[in-house]
């Protein structure tokens, strides 16, 4: 039996490893406090920096109205790049 560390950044594959334990397949044997992983606090920085990119999107662009009713998506045209 071999005694391994593992670090899990996503919740379905914590909940996977909580699974594999109830059956039996592996044993938690030291659980460590939860600490802010790097990634993590990359992942709140990016989501800040995003939240506040589409705030200034929305106030420059929230008088514009397009309409579009009878606007179809014309796929070979799309797919023209020749012109």
Do not use: C
Request: without cysteine; glycine residues 0%; charged residues 25%.
């Amino acid at each position: 039996m071999e005694t391994i560390v593992i670090q899990v950044n996503n919740n379905l594959a914590f909940n996977f490893l909580q699974n594999l334990e109830t059956l039996n397949v592996i044993k938690v044997l030291q659980k460590t406090p939860e600490m802010q992983l790097e990634t993590e606090v990359n992942a709140k920085q990016y989501n800040s920096i995003k939240a506040k990119r589409l705030a200034k999107i929305k106030s420059v662009t929230k008088n514009i109205n397009i309409d579009l009713t009878n606007w179809r998506f014309n796929r070979e045209e799309a797919n023209n790049y020749d012109e």
